[in-house]
């Protein structure tokens, strides 16, 4: 199975602050198609999770600019410019290249 | 506008068999594949289940495989899982959640299982 790896964050973050969360896989997630299977989900305290980014850096419907994804085929990057307050809770990694689709652990954001 | 709504949870002895449900809407239910993903109380994400639009494929974890069986009827539209010998260690928020591309583009709300003595 593919290991996925997320650090953490120095909270409490300022508000206003450019934070970066990263998440490592222990297998390439670059496939021959070109694309990167990495998604990014944000869970907010008391909701079900919600998708931010996938590809590795194409933002979903309706999510802030302010989130952006980067990264190589192993390690990879989201980045939330100008902390919110509702940028408050539990950011996921997720590979999809293949069976079982896994998870990092999460990172918490707190603000300050 | 997607919706999925989970049903079925509840508290359940050890060994004994659940059967959850997910009802979908505001999307057409055959074109997609879905996803049931579990949550732990107080504990990350862990994905359980997959079975395409069609139900040619399906794929399970681990930790689940020979016990919980997905299926769909997409005349209904609507997600099942099937979960004998329940362990305490399957107790959890389950959510289902569509498929896009390999994402996981809309989920629930979740149903709780309770699994315990």
């Known amino acids: 199975d593919i290991v996925m790896t997320q650090g953490a964050l120095p909270n409490p973050v300022p508000s206003g602050e450019s934070v970066s969360i990263t998440c490592r896989s222990s297998?390439?997630?670059?496939?021959?198609?070109?694309?990167?299977?990495l998604n990014w989900y944000l869970q907010r305290p008391g909701q079900s999770p919600q998708l931010l980014i996938y590809?590795?850096?194409t933002r979903a419907s309706g999510v802030s600019d302010r989130f952006s994804g980067s990264g190589s085929g192993t390690d990879f990057t989201l980045k939330i410019s100008g902390v919110e307050a509702e940028d408050v809770g539990v950011y996921y990694c997720?590979?999809?290249?293949?069976?079982?689709?896994?998870f990092g652990a999460g990172t918490k954001l707190e603000l300050k | 506008e997607v919706q999925l709504v989970e049903s079925g949870g509840g508290l359940v002895q050890p060994g004994r068999s659940l059967k959850l449900s997910c009802v979908a809407s505001?999307?057409?239910?055959?074109?997609?594949?879905m996803n049931w993903i579990r949550q732990a109380p107080g504990k990350g994400l862990e994905w359980v289940a997959y079975?395409?639009?069609?139900?040619?494929?399906?794929y399970y974890a681990e930790t689940v495989k020979g016990r919980f069986t997905i299926s769909r009827d997409n005349a209904k539209n609507t997600l099942y899982l099937q979960m004998t010998s329940l362990r305490s260690e399957d107790t959890a928020l389950y959510y289902c959640?569509?498929?896009?591309?390999?994402?996981?583009?809309?989920w629930g709300q979740g149903t709780l299982v309770t699994v315990s003595s």
């Open positions: 590809w590795m850096s």
């Open positions: 997720q590979q999809g290249l293949e069976f079982p689709r896994t």
């Open positions: 959640a569509r498929g896009q591309l390999t994402s996981f583009a809309y």
């Open positions: 505001g999307f057409t239910f055959s074109n997609y594949g």
């Open positions: 079975i395409s639009s069609g139900s040619s494929y399906i």
């Open positions: 297998k390439s997630l670059l496939y021959s198609d070109g694309k990167t299977y």
